[in-house]
Structures are given as C-alpha cells and as structure tokens.
C-alpha cells in the first residue's frame, strides 16, 4: 500500500493559486510550516510585509499548515476527512497606508481569495473549497498593533485515494474437548494470525502465528485470530475460550 502526505500538496497549491492572480499575486505569500516556532513565523511576518514584486510594501499572506480535520461520517469505516484551510492576510497599517505601501486595505485581498478560492478545488480534493462562516475574519495582533489580520477560511472533503474496506470478523469453531482442533474461517482474507497468549494477532507480534489449517489445541487458553487483507483495516478479532 502507498502512502502520501496529501495535506502539504494542498497547502502548496493553495499557495500557487493565489500568486497566479495578477492582483494578489503581486504580495508575498509564503508557507507556515506545521510546527514552526515563533522566532521562524516572525521572520515569515517580516518577508511578507515587506516588498511584493511590485516593490510596494505593508501587505502579504501566509497560507497556515492544515491541522484541523473532521469525520462526518463517524458510523461508516475509513473514508474521507473535512479539513480546514485557512489563509492569513497580514498589514503593516502603518507603512502599508504610506507612500511605500499598497494603499489597499487588508480586505480587499482577503475579499478577492476568498472569491478565487471558493471556484477552485486543489489537488488532492473531491469538491470545490466550501467558505466557512464568516469565510473572512479581521482582527489585530495583539502582540503588534500595528498588525491588521484577515483570515480566510473554508472546509473541503480530501480526496479518498485509498478505500479502506473492513473484513468480516472471522468465525472460530472447535471440535469438543482437549485437546481439539480450531478451525478459522475467514472471507475475503488474505493473512489469517492466531494467538493463544490472549494477545492481539497480527503480522509483527512474535507470539502470533499464520493460520493455514486446523489448529490443534491442547491446553486451555483464549484463542484469538484477526483476518487482514490489501487496502483493509483487517477484520475485528474474534476469540474463543477454549477450557
């Protein structure tokens, strides 16, 4: 099964979108890693207030990492997340109002992404970006006065590359007595694991054992078995006492 980290390709095209606009795109935009620390995020505040490719100066954005995902189906297995995008507009008021600056209030751009995003689905999606509400909220820094904020928020359903299905559970039968042979039946299953330490069954635990046949038993014990395949969060584990 191949993985891939689809959040950050979504936050980097997010990015690439906004800096295609011939109006926004004139800012500096930058990425806000997951993680970063304040003294990293102050340094990305100064590059983006700073200069845009129109040499103008007091306005930029920063698209903010992914961290918020919801399951909206949380009675069906697997499936896709609602995650939240958001992309911060920052202004120095101050300069961004002065002879150097833009002279374009903080809104504006906030105002022009929203209305950009909201017709785009980035990579990785399966539908249009969804604006939250507000989809956009100013504020001022509280550190930095001088500082005017303006998130833009909406949700989106991530793309669902790889299905998870789950396996029925396994059914376990034994014949009467000690000792007995236990016998696993298991639909759709491509690995079968067995423990009888009361253990949980699976490939990497050293005290499971691949079921291929008939199991004979001859002590009393709890005998546990999982059934997995490709593309499956693998079955719930079925157990019998057999004493």
Known sequence: MKYQDLWPLIQADILGVLQADDFIGTRTGVLVEPGDIDSKINTKLAKIV???????????????PIESAEDEN???????????????F??????????????????LYAARAAQILKLYTPVGLTQNLVPRKPVVAEFTDDTNKNLRCGNVEFYATEADYIRFNRLPRPIVTQTPGLPCLVTVT???ATDIFYTTDGSHPY??????????QP?????????????????????DTAAINIC
């Not at 949380?74 to 911060?88: H, R, S």
């Not at 490939?203 to 291929?212: K, L, M």
């Not at 199991?215 to 395949?229: I, K």
């Open 203 to 212: 490939a990497r635990n050293a005290a499971a054992t691949p079921y291929t």
């Open 90 to 107: 920052v202004e120095n008021v101050i300069v961004n109002q002065g002879s150097t600056g833009t002279g374009f209030p903080i809104r």
């Open 215 to 235: 199991v004979p038993v001859t002590q009393p014990c709890l005998f546990r078995v999982r059934s997995f395949a490709p593309d499956s969060v693998g079955s």
């Open 74 to 88: 949380p009675g069906v297995p697997g499936g896709a997340l609602k995650l939240t995008i958001t992309v911060q």
């Open 50 to 64: 700073g200069a845009g490719l129109d040499g103008k100066l007091g306005v930029g954005f920063l698209v903010l």
């Open 186 to 188: 298991a639909p759709g």
